[in-house]
């Protein structure tokens, strides 16, 4: 072995308190990257997860006007399905109503809430919002209702059970009344669901809005949702003479997540400032270490070490405390990530966080912490080699 | 040679018109009371530190033309030294310390024979594996003196190197280094505040307010520059 590189392992191995210090340093400004990640690129991928399981799927087509007349709700969901990369497709209806219910004798009524029609038996191939349905079962006749749980307590407690009757302005402006039994009460956690709507069978919607054979939107699930993009222009390309709109989650969601971007990429600005810290850590015991190791330095000019030879014992260091710092500071990291995915970690109730492993991130993050490390010890090595034999043996 | 530190009112003469040679071989020992200048010369003449003015010529090597990397193989590979406080690394073994100054040339010659023969000459055989702060002063004073000649160099230059040991432990040095010299044929400068220590030698120069006399014991009037 190079005896510059025996030497600066041992005079670190000698030197165990400095040595922990900044194999600490670096491996916590590793550490808070990586809990940023999890937590922030955790929430963003859960907002995702979630919007996309509850609201539109990983493609959404719709039209210009908001409903789709062209083709059926029918002709489309099988022209997605014949994609491989499709698993489901199911149409869904949008509209507002005022709601009323009559508790203890008393009318709590008429306030306006969005409603959601769905075909039960496709929905759930495709959403994830059944799950959400916590009291009760999903919609799955034409006078059943779930109820969103901001909405039940606004109407002062419906249960399951309980009566309720929507009114509907239809297309020709004429009021549509039509009473429901609460069969669900959907509660999400994070609120991204139907807390705050009402769902009801979609042929139920249809008439109630004389609007038979129209569909509001399409969701489109994919096997693999990297192909979104692929499907969406397929789609677009397949019938260019109608007016479809096909937007992919990222787009549908754009404007939940434009601003949540902006969060993560400070947060990680914030953790790379405190990368830099622990590179100043890095640098203040390493001059420590030389200062400790001045008169060694001596010795070894004293005994005809080159002045590279001394800047390349201090660098190696910087490269060890880089290399052990990079190590554990990505073994702790990938430990939170581990927890975090495994206890579906979430912050008081809210939504649980879409924990994943991105490597590329992982690794890049850990050369970055070596390269800093290695950095932080220019200077500290720089100044080794500018002590003078005489001098330096002086120091005790 | 002479040397000065300082500017203006602080400037201190360290050595005046200093001159001398010594020839391969000799044992010469370097005397002065504290404060004399003899630990400056010797760390001219050990290129780790410049005149202010002259020549340092070692094996016709003009040393003050050197620069940084040369002046440091050139005390590699021509100079030995030994130090008062025997200054080995810490970190290393006894052994690892003795090869130190071979490892430093990235030379790809075994020397660890060399190296344990030097060791059982100055009776480290037996704590050659010891870590370097795990030996007592006189044998690390030995182990100094084993890693100051294992380069086979043309001079070894020691300075003070018994005065921090013991008057038996220091008597146990001197010899070693007499036999060494003896054996090796190897040059060595000696500074030293004790001269009865050292008995016998090729040669003395006495350093006296920065200036050199040959011999001992002068009378103050009597300068014989060399």
Known sequence: MDYRIQLATRMLANKRGSLLGAIMAVSIGILVIHVNFVIFQGLYDAIIRDLSGYRFGDVLVTNREDVITEKSDVFLVNWFERIPYVEAAAPRMSSSASINVTKSGKIIQDFQVPVVGVDPFQDTRVSTVHETVSEGQYVFSRNSIVVGSIVARDLGGVTVGDNLQLKIVNRHGEDAIKRFIVTGIARSPGGQGFDSDVVIHIDTLRDMLDRNKETGQILVKLNDPTKADEVKDLFLRSFPNDDFKAETIEESAEQTLSGFRSGIAMINMIGYFGMMSSAFAVVTIQIMLVSSKTREVGIMRAIGAKRKDILIIFLFQGMIIGMVGAGVGTAFGLSYTFYAKETKMSFQGSLPLQVSYDWSKITQTAIMAFGLAVIASIYPAFKATKLQPVEAMRSV | ?226
């Open chain 2, 1 to 226: 040679m002479n040397k000065t530190y300082g500017e203006g009112d602080t400037k201190v003469r360290a050595l005046t018109d200093v001159s001398f040679s010594i020839k391969k071989g000799e044992f010469v020992l370097i005397v002065g009371s504290s404060g004399s200048g003899k630990s400056t010369l010797l760390n001219m003449i050990g290129l780790l530190d410049k005149p202010t003015s002259g020549q340092v010529l070692i094996d016709g090597t003009n040393t003050i033309t050197l620069g940084d990397n040369q002046v440091s193989s050139f005390r590699n590979s021509k100079l030995g030294f030994i130090f008062q406080f025997s200054n080995l690394l810490t970190d290393l073994t006894v052994l690892e310390n003795v090869l130190l100054p071979r490892n430093i040339q990235h030379s790809n010659q075994n020397v660890m024979t060399e190296a344990k023969n030097l060791l059982k000459a100055v009776g480290l055989e037996s704590q050659m594996n010891k870590r370097a702060n795990k030996i007592s002063g006189g044998q690390a004073q030995r182990a100094a003196i084993a890693r100051g000649l294992i380069n086979n160099p043309a001079i070894v230059l020691a300075d003070e190197p018994t005065g921090n040991l013991d008057s038996i432990t220091a008597e146990t040095i001197v010899q070693l280094m007499k036999s060494m010299a003896k054996k090796l044929n190897q040059t060595f400068i000696i500074v030293t505040h004790d001269r009865q220590q050292f008995g016998e030698v090729d040669r003395v120069i006495t350093i006296r307010d920065g200036r050199a006399f040959e011999g001992e014991d002068l009378p103050h009037e009597m300068e014989i520059k060399v």
